[in-house]
């Protein structure tokens, strides 16, 4: 069974606090992706990764960066939180060879920038 | 990049009718088109996808359509269930760097 973890289920921070969210996968996937879930606007990607150290843009990077220096972890990082960005964030993980395959996600971080 | 649509937005239907979501797509180079289903306060799981080299797809009571001609895909949910309820989400996968595609989902409810 595929799993993938996220450092928080419900975190609060402060406008301009620096945050990270953490995602761990155990399935050895070279792909790892960062969306958030907003209500009425679907699954929008903000960053993913290929393998250790590369990173890709998706459709709404501004505001935010990634960090990848082990292949099982993937960290999204707000560098000064703002009231905009409070959102459902989801992490997911699939494999490459020969794909593209199903995407595992995992369970989000729901943050609140108050 | 991409661009997914997703129609309906929301989806009441009898239990035991047939339900269908459609999604249209941009770009021509899409090849790969998973449906995902996420119940309340759950994270998203597939529960079907097509390639683009196949028209057609069947799990069960559920199908996936894919016209490439049109750059449009549906699911197809038959007797439909309680369980069924949850909103699905259509995406497509464009190659490369690209990534995949959400459309805005779909909230599916099943009146008993």
């Known amino acids: 069974d595929v799993k993938v973890t996220q450092s928080s289920r419900y975190l609060v921070k402060r406008t301009g606090e620096k945050v990270f969210l953490e995602c761990v996968q155990d399935?050895?996937?070279?792909?790892m992706f960062w969306y958030r879930q907003d209500p009425g606007l679907g699954l929008r990607l903000i960053y993913f990764?290929?393998?250790?150290?590369?990173?890709e843009k998706g459709d709404i990077p501004e505001g935010y960066s990634v960090s990848r220096e082990k292949k099982e972890r993937f960290s999204l990082i707000l560098e000064s939180a703002s009231t905009n960005q409070t959102s459902m964030y989801l992490c997911?993980?699939?494999?490459?060879?020969?794909?593209?395959?199903?995407?595992?996600f995992g369970p989000g971080t729901r943050l609140t920038v108050t | 990049g991409e661009n997914v649509e997703q129609h309906p937005s929301t989806l009441s239907v009898q239990e035991g009718d047939s339900a269908v979501i459609k999604c249209t797509y941009s770009?021509?180079?899409?090849?790969?088109f998973p449906w995902y289903k996420q119940e309340l306060g759950k994270r998203p799981q597939l529960i079907i996808d097509?390639?683009?080299?196949?028209g057609e797809k069947k799990d069960q009571r559920i199908a996936v359509t894919l016209n490439k001609t049109a750059k449009h895909f549906s699911l197809h949910i038959t007797e439909t269930q309680p369980e069924d309820s949850a909103v699905y989400f259509c995406a497509a996968w464009g190659g490369g760097a690209d990534g995949l595609t959400f459309g805005k989902g779909t909230h599916l409810i099943i009146q008993p």
């Open positions: 097509i390639r683009s080299n196949v």
């Open positions: 399935m050895d996937h070279e792909n």
């Open positions: 997911a993980s699939s494999r490459t060879s020969g794909g593209p395959y199903e995407q595992y």
């Open positions: 990764s290929y393998d250790v150290k590369m990173k």
């Open positions: 770009d021509s180079a899409s090849n790969y």
